[in-house]
């Protein structure tokens, strides 16, 4: 599949299938989210990966009670450095290459924002001076949602000018 393919693809799985990414697909997916950009090349991020069965289950609670996550393969946390300017666009970054990859590679993914940031920092042993900033549940998706409205071009872009929405 071609980048634009894996992009027009990509959807939000919030149902998943109970099953095991095999260790070198997930090493994959997670390759690409080193190789990703970030500012000064500083890659100020890091990931925590879970993939234990109870420990995905544990993890249902702290993200506000979403229930797919107890079902998804792997669930990525996203860590940056707030002392870095550019972490937690880097991470956005990364975690977007990892959605790209796992369209290819026939997973899917949901970006989680929705958790209690204590408890998930308690739950992974985070020291104070990160952040968890981001979540990705990964895996087999077990629904194939149609693709949501998105704005017009003309909402979105503006050329020269603020406002500007004619190309001149």
Request: charged share 30%; net charge neutral; hydrophobic share 40%.
């Amino acid at each position: 599949m071609e980048v634009t393919g894996a992009m027009k693809a990509r959807r939000s799985i919030r149902k998943f299938k109970r099953k095991e990414i095999p260790s070198e697909l997930l090493d994959h997916i997670l390759e690409m989210a080193r190789i990703a950009p970030s500012g000064a090349n500083r890659q100020s991020w890091e990931m925590v990966v879970i993939t234990d069965r109870q420990r995905l289950k544990d993890l249902v609670p702290i993200c506000k009670g979403q229930a797919f996550v107890g079902d998804c393969s792997a669930f990525l946390i996203g860590i940056d450095d707030p002392q870095q300017k550019w972490a937690k666009v880097d991470l956005a970054i990364a975690i977007d290459h990892i959605t790209l990859a796992a369209v290819e590679e026939g997973l899917g993914t949901c970006w989680i924002g929705a958790f209690d940031q204590a408890r998930m920092a308690e739950f992974i042993g985070i020291p104070a001076d990160r952040t968890v900033t981001v979540c990705l549940a990964l895996g087999y998706p077990d629904e194939t949602p149609a693709a949501r409205g998105r704005k017009k071009a003309e909402e979105l872009f503006s050329w020269d000018r603020y406002g500007e929405r004619d190309r001149i």
